[in-house]
């Protein structure tokens, strides 16, 4: 639990026992249980608990987007920037993605010792441009999702991955 500049306390709370817990901390949780509606962490807006819930329980998919300056320049600034624009809805919408660095390959043979190598495995026609990690409710919709990201309007392709959490 983050600290709000409260003090620690304890508190009894029948026969439950003890609870240790920061001030502030105790009376948004005393309001997110009782209030049906949740706030997004990620945008202004309430929600029913049961969306919540089922937020969590949405599957993950990993996007691999590739793209290069040509394609990008290539495409017009109009649907350029409807692409950004999409881009940072999704992260509203609480999509984690990043811009892609170079790359370290990791290879531990029989547990014999740490290898590395700069630089990609694979290779491909275009260079990998970001990542992200979106909850999407399945596949189709996390194609529509990506279908309008810069990597997939800008001539570019984007990889979705569905992500088994084990």
């Avoid at 901390?25 to 819930?53: D, H, K, M, T, W």
């Amino acid at each position: 639990m983050g600290c709000h500049g409260g003090k620690a306390e304890q508190r009894h709370s029948g026969i439950d026992g003890f609870i240790f817990a920061w001030r502030d901390e105790i009376g948004l949780i005393r309001e997110q249980l009782l209030n049906p509606l949740v706030f997004s962490n990620s945008s202004n807006y309430a929600r029913p608990l049961y969306f919540a819930i089922e937020e969590l329980r949405m599957p993950k998919y990993i996007t691999i987007g590739y793209g290069d300056h040509a394609g990008y320049d290539r495409t017009p600034q109009d649907i350029r920037q409807a692409a950004h624009e999409h881009d940072a809805s999704l992260k509203q919408r609480g999509v984690v993605m990043g811009i892609a660095e170079t790359p370290v390959q990791v290879r531990n043979p029989n547990g014999s010792g740490v290898l590395t190598e700069t630089g990609p495995y694979l290779s491909s026609d275009l260079p990998i441009a970001g990542f992200s990690i979106m909850k999407a409710k399945d596949i189709n919709e996390a194609i529509a999702l990506a279908s309008k990201s810069p990597c997939a309007v800008a001539h570019g392709v984007i990889e979705i991955w569905p992500l088994n959490e084990q």
